[in-house]
T-cell receptor
Framework: NAGVTQTPKFQVLKTGQSMTLQCAQDMNHNSMYWYRQDPGMGLRLIYYSASEGTTDKGEVPNGYNVSRLNKREFSLRLESAAPSQTSVYFCASNTDRAPYEQYFGPGTRLTVT | KNEVEQSPQNLTAQEGEFITINCSYSVGISALHWLQQHPGGGIVSLFMLSSGKKKHGRLIATINIQEKHSSLHITASHPRDSAVYIC??????????????FGKGTKLSVKP
């Protein structure tokens, strides 16, 4: 089992460029999440998907879109990157039964100049 | 006001010391999670608990539901325990049982 994988690990974008962060899990989990982590702040939820075909906004969704392509894959797209989106992005999934243990990907460090 | 508060924010200890990290929360929860973030950035789940106490090796986690408080203890601390420890509370909404609200983390440094 690879667990949760994310690509790329690092990315530098110029303001206005677009990109997609890829995430996949091989644990057959229904729920998947995208978080961002900024210095001095806790992880914040961008979007989540409770099951294949459904997505919902989290705490900080502005400037992002997501696609739950199938049960395994959940991608995060930045249509027009802004310096405020410089952050470390984590994808996660959780087990379908209590206590809903979360598994995290290795993270993507994104810098927007 | 943050819904999940951790203390202290930073902690430096000598190898062998007993360490306590505290977490208080203000919302109703389905479970409380303790996570560890290594210096390289990876995040792993240490404990999930909704009552009582759990132990794994030198790590002990407790929760008091009435007081909305949890503690993470590390006995006989070691430099390899140096990491950021994150408290998170699990909520249920939107059809997903796993939505978490995170504390800001406690950065622990254990000196040899």
């Amino acid at each position: 089992n690879a667990g949760v994988t994310q690509t790329p690990k690092f990315q530098v974008l110029k303001t206005g460029q677009s990109m997609t962060l890829q995430c996949a899990q091989d644990m057959n989990h229904n729920s998947m999440y995208w978080y961002r982590q900024d210095p001095g702040m806790g992880l914040r939820l961008i979007y989540y998907s409770a099951s294949e075909g459904t997505t919902d906004k989290g705490e900080v969704p502005n400037g992002y879109n997501v696609s739950r392509l199938n049960k395994r894959e959940f991608s995060l797209r930045l249509e027009s990157a802004a310096p405020s989106q410089t952050s470390v992005y984590f994808c996660a999934s959780n087990t379908d039964r209590a206590p809903y243990e979360q598994y995290f990907g290795p993270g993507t460090r994104l810098t927007v100049t | 006001k943050n819904e999940v508060e951790q203390s202290p924010q930073n902690l430096t200890a000598q190898e062998g010391e007993f360490i306590t990290i505290n977490c208080s929360y203000s919302v109703g929860i389905s479970a409380l999670h303790w996570l560890q973030q290594h210096p390289g950035g990876g995040i792993v789940s240490l404990f999930m608990l909704s009552s009582g106490k759990k132990k794994h090796g030198r790590l002990i986690a407790t929760i008091n539901i009435q007081e909305k408080h949890s503690s993470l203890h590390i006995t006989a601390s070691h430099p390899r325990d140096s990491a950021v420890y994150i408290c998170a509370v699990g909520l249920y909404y939107g059809g997903s049982q796993g939505n978490l609200i995170f504390g800001k983390g406690t950065k622990l440094s254990v000196k040899p």
